[in-house]
């Protein structure tokens, strides 16, 4: 098990960028996939980006391809997601998570740990 706390949201205008970190405590950090989701008001949890142990795999949500970007340091226990262009419809609370799992996968089930979440807000 993982403790996991997100930080790095905050306001920005359309087109602007954020930077969220999700800081994990615990020894076995490496050995997990990690992942971001997003939940808007009135909406499912959605799937963002996900990313293996290594870092060397990666995967995207359609609407955030080419434009977010999911990458890990594993001496610092630290998951990021580096976000670009943002757009209104980005405005969430994002989440991260873990899966002991070597299977990348985009179902929130599947996910053992999650943080309490970072709100973004996108104006137009």
């Known amino acids: 098990q993982v403790q996991l706390v997100e930080s790095g949201g905050g306001l920005v205008q359309a087109g602007g960028s954020l930077r969220l970190s999700c800081a994990a405590s615990g020894r076995s950090f490496s050995m997990y996939a990690m992942a971001w989701f997003r939940q808007a008001p009135g909406k499912e949890r959605e799937f963002v980006a996900a990313?293996?142990?290594?870092?060397?795999?990666?995967y995207y949500a359609d609407s955030v391809k080419g434009r977010f970007t999911i990458s890990r340091d594993n001496t610092k226990n630290t998951v990021f997601l580096q976000m670009n262009r943002l757009e209104p419809e980005d405005t969430a609370v994002y989440y991260c998570?873990?899966?002991?799992?070597?299977?990348?996968?985009?179902?929130?089930?599947?996910?053992?740990?999650w943080g309490q979440g970072t709100q973004v807000t996108v104006s137009s």
């Open positions: 998570a873990a899966d002991k799992s070597v299977i990348l996968t985009t179902l929130p089930s599947r996910y053992d740990d």
């Open positions: 990313i293996n142990w290594s870092g060397g795999n990666t």
